[in-house]
């Protein structure tokens, strides 16, 4: 006898686990599958995001950005230390511990629900079945009423850089490491790149990033780009921009890169390689041949612009369909679902999908970057305003950066808003929410903000755009 379930989700990542707990909320019968293995042999709820991406990698950037700063900004506050050294075991037992609380917090929050939290292998069969195989168990068929699957994504890898969990690294390896390592490479100067570069390089190894395109950060807005890369440099990350690595060789724990850029074929060596090159859908074992679920060329799973794949009361979400690879969307498609099945009306406004990089400075981003908003041809005004003149940045010894407001010329509609200096990924959510309310700039300038805070920053660059910044001269 099959077991009956309103909703079977397949996937506990960020997605996954929201899509089911949301379902669960509007009262139906839910199961979600999981077979996420850690390295210690667990299993454990959370996916990609609680393991091995969002959550582990802000632990390691917290740890290494303290060291740093205890290195090298203790003495202008008048702190005095000893030699300041490091325990990299200690730093990973509490990366460790930290993930491992948040993913059992899943469990717990699916027994609150009344979510049931199977763990091992689901597929899903023609006519909204799903085949759980336990971790240690027979396969038994789950009867659906609906299914969701939020599968995720898994690191790209290339064919001349094999991962092999000791020299050549993917990012969930990156972050693992128990050592730092002296010469350290990395593949790809994107958010995961930068980020991994980031923590490495601020415990002591000499980082290169090699980045295949001309452009820094291409996805960002110009201005942002270019004052997060002159920031880099200065703290010392080398990153080679039209640097096209082609071919690597592993010896003795050396790995050789070679890379083609405007002068010829280079080649560096170093300790260690982690490759961040981009993600793919993952999607193994997940369908059977009758699913009647169609992929695109690049793996994504074909879905509808509300997240319905061709199959009837089948949906998917998160890193495995199309848009930004990023939880905070994953999420939002799991509760979209989770309301379409509830008979509700929903939807995820993918133009307000705000980005962050959590680098020293952070950079972040919502809506249109200024080159987007001129190749629509509206006309438009921008404002900006630096940390270096905010209070409560110089207070924190944090005045790189600035923020960046672009509005509409002709009825002042926000359309963007770039931030790169510190807590930027923390600001970006004035602006989000903002934009989701159609703001004009006037609302956020007669918008009362905390002084001194970091948020007057956003204040004075909407001020700025008609040229009325309080605390900086106008330009
Ligand atoms: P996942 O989190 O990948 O979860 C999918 C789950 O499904 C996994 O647990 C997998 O085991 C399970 N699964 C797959 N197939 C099956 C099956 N057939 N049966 C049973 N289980 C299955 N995003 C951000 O928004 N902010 C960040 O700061 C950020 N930092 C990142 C840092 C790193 C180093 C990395 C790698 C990623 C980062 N991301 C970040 C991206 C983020 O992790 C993903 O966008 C997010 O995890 C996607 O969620 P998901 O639920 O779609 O998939
Ligand atoms: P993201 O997709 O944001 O994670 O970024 C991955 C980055 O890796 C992109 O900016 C790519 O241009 C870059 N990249 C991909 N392949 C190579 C390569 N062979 N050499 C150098 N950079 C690469």
């Given at each position: 006898m099959s077991k009956k379930y309103d909703v079977v989700v397949i996937g506990a990542g960020p997605a996954g686990y929201i899509a089911a707990i949301r379902a669960a909320q509007h009262g139906f019968k839910v199961a979600c599958i999981d077979e996420w293995q850690n390295r210690d042999g667990k299993y454990a709820f959370g996916g990609t995001c609680l393991n091995a991406g969002c959550i582990p990698s802000k632990a390691m950037l917290e740890s290494s950005e303290l060291y740093h700063r205890a290195n090298h900004e203790f003495k202008k506050h008048g702190i005095v230390t000893g030699e300041v050294s490091l325990d990299v075991g200690a730093m990973q037992k509490r990366r460790a511990g930290i993930v491992r609380q948040l993913t059992g917090g899943i469990g717990g929050l699916f027994k609150a629900n009344k979510v049931d939290g199977l763990v091992g292998h689901g597929k899903l069969l023609a006519g909204k079945k799903v085949e759980f195989t336990p971790v240690d168990g027979d396969p038994e068929i789950l009867d659906a009423t609906h299914v969701v699957l939020a599968s995720g994504s898994a690191p790209i890898e290339l064919p001349f850089a094999q991962f092999d969990q000791e020299t050549i690294l993917d990012s969930w390896d990156a972050l693992e490491l128990e050592a730092v390592p002296k010469r350290l490479g990395v593949i790809g100067a994107g958010v995961i790149g930068l980020e991994l570069g980031s923590v490495w390089a601020r415990l002591g190894s000499e980082v290169i990033i090699l980045e295949?395109?001309?452009?820094?950060?291409?996805?960002?807005d110009r201005d942002v780009a270019a004052t997060a890369m002159k920031d880099f440099k200065k703290q010392g990350l080398d990153i080679r921009l039209g640097a096209k690595v082609s071919e690597t060789s592993v010896k003795d724990g050396v790995v050789s890169v070679s890379y083609e850029d405007k002068s010829g074929s280079q080649t560096v060596d170093f300790d260690k390689l982690i490759v961040a090159v981009g993600r793919r859908p993952y999607t193994e074992k997940l369908l059977a041949d009758d699913s009647g679920i169609r992929k695109d060329e690049r793996g994504f799973i074909v879905v509808d612009d509300v997240c319905?794949?061709?199959?009837?009361g089948v949906y998917a979400i998160g890193d495995c369909v199309r848009g930004p690879m990023l939880a905070h969307k994953g999420s939002e498609e799991g509760v979209m679902v989770a309301d379409l099945i509830a008979g509700e009306s929903a939807e995820v406004n993918y133009e307000i999908v705000p980005s962050v990089i959590y680098t020293a400075p952070e950079v972040a981003w919502v809506g249109m970057t200024e080159a987007e908003v001129k190749a629509s041809g509206r006309a438009y005004k921008t404002g900006s305003f630096p940390f270096a003149a905010s209070g409560r940045a110089k207070a924190m010894e944090q005045t790189t950066g600035m923020v960046k407001v672009i509005s509409a010329?002709?009825?002042?509609?926000?359309l963007g808003v770039h931030i790169v200096g510190p807590m930027a990924g923390e600001l970006i959510s004035e602006a989000v929410l903002a934009l989701e309310f159609a703001a004009s700039t006037e609302d956020i300038q007669r918008t009362i903000h905390a002084h001194p805070s970091l948020a007057e920053a956003v204040h004075e660059a909407a001020l700025a755009v008609d040229k009325r910044a309080l605390n900086y001269i106008n330009r």
């Amino acid at each position: 006898m099959s077991k009956k379930y309103d909703v079977v989700v397949i996937g506990a990542g960020p997605a996954g686990y929201i899509a089911a707990i949301r379902a669960a909320q509007h009262g139906f019968k839910v199961a979600c599958i999981d077979e996420w293995q850690n390295r210690d042999g667990k299993y454990a709820f959370g996916g990609t995001c609680l393991n091995a991406g969002c959550i582990p990698s802000k632990a390691m950037l917290e740890s290494s950005e303290l060291y740093h700063r205890a290195n090298h900004e203790f003495k202008k506050h008048g702190i005095v230390t000893g030699e300041v050294s490091l325990d990299v075991g200690a730093m990973q037992k509490r990366r460790a511990g930290i993930v491992r609380q948040l993913t059992g917090g899943i469990g717990g929050l699916f027994k609150a629900n009344k979510v049931d939290g199977l763990v091992g292998h689901g597929k899903l069969l023609a006519g909204k079945k799903v085949e759980f195989t336990p971790v240690d168990g027979d396969p038994e068929i789950l009867d659906a009423t609906h299914v969701v699957l939020a599968s995720g994504s898994a690191p790209i890898e290339l064919p001349f850089a094999q991962f092999d969990q000791e020299t050549i690294l993917d990012s969930w390896d990156a972050l693992e490491l128990e050592a730092v390592p002296k010469r350290l490479g990395v593949i790809g100067a994107g958010v995961i790149g930068l980020e991994l570069g980031s923590v490495w390089a601020r415990l002591g190894s000499e980082v290169i990033i090699l980045e295949a395109l001309e452009d820094f950060l291409a996805m960002a807005d110009r201005d942002v780009a270019a004052t997060a890369m002159k920031d880099f440099k200065k703290q010392g990350l080398d990153i080679r921009l039209g640097a096209k690595v082609s071919e690597t060789s592993v010896k003795d724990g050396v790995v050789s890169v070679s890379y083609e850029d405007k002068s010829g074929s280079q080649t560096v060596d170093f300790d260690k390689l982690i490759v961040a090159v981009g993600r793919r859908p993952y999607t193994e074992k997940l369908l059977a041949d009758d699913s009647g679920i169609r992929k695109d060329e690049r793996g994504f799973i074909v879905v509808d612009d509300v997240c319905r794949t061709e199959v009837k009361g089948v949906y998917a979400i998160g890193d495995c369909v199309r848009g930004p690879m990023l939880a905070h969307k994953g999420s939002e498609e799991g509760v979209m679902v989770a309301d379409l099945i509830a008979g509700e009306s929903a939807e995820v406004n993918y133009e307000i999908v705000p980005s962050v990089i959590y680098t020293a400075p952070e950079v972040a981003w919502v809506g249109m970057t200024e080159a987007e908003v001129k190749a629509s041809g509206r006309a438009y005004k921008t404002g900006s305003f630096p940390f270096a003149a905010s209070g409560r940045a110089k207070a924190m010894e944090q005045t790189t950066g600035m923020v960046k407001v672009i509005s509409a010329e002709d009825d002042d509609e926000l359309l963007g808003v770039h931030i790169v200096g510190p807590m930027a990924g923390e600001l970006i959510s004035e602006a989000v929410l903002a934009l989701e309310f159609a703001a004009s700039t006037e609302d956020i300038q007669r918008t009362i903000h905390a002084h001194p805070s970091l948020a007057e920053a956003v204040h004075e660059a909407a001020l700025a755009v008609d040229k009325r910044a309080l605390n900086y001269i106008n330009r």
